[in-house]
Nanobody, 122 residues
Framework: QVQLAESGGGLVQAGGSLRLSCAAS????????MGWFRQAPGKDREFVAG????????TYADSVKGRFTISRDNAKYTVYLQMNSLRPEDTAVYYC???????????????WGQGTQVTVSS
């Protein structure tokens, strides 16, 4: 089993920034990639960004390219999501997830955190 713990959500004005963190523990050796997803009220969960532990392959959703940056600290088994130029439509619960596969294979994420709320006011 892999346990994931997110932190860093909150309320921010449009144009502001937030950084989310996700610490992984347990059988982290069974994972190849970490990712961030989000789910807004009344909408399906959507992929935001993903990164490999080794090699650093990175994938972003088109809606966040140029505004969000995913990074990792392998020594701490922690993944970050730096979110800049936030918009009201970025408001959602953000989930950290782990995958045994390439970060772009969004259906392969099989471990999930509890989620953290991000609210962007206009």
């Amino acid at each position: 089993q892999v346990q994931l713990a997110e932190s860093g959500g909150g309320l921010v004005q449009a144009g502001g920034s937030l950084r989310l963190s996700c610490a992984a523990s347990g059988r982290t050796s069974s994972t190849d990639a970490m990712g961030w997803f989000r789910q807004a009220p009344g909408k399906d969960r959507e992929f935001v960004a993903g990164i490999n532990w080794i090699g650093g392959s990175i994938t972003y959703a088109d809606s966040v390219k140029g505004r969000f940056t995913i990074s990792r600290d392998n020594a701490k088994y922690t993944v970050y999501l730096q979110m800049n130029s936030l918009r009201p439509e970025d408001t959602a619960v953000y989930y950290c997830a782990a995958s045994p596969s390439h970060p772009a294979y969004t259906s392969r994420y099989n471990y999930w955190g509890q989620g953290t709320q991000v609210t962007v006011s206009s």
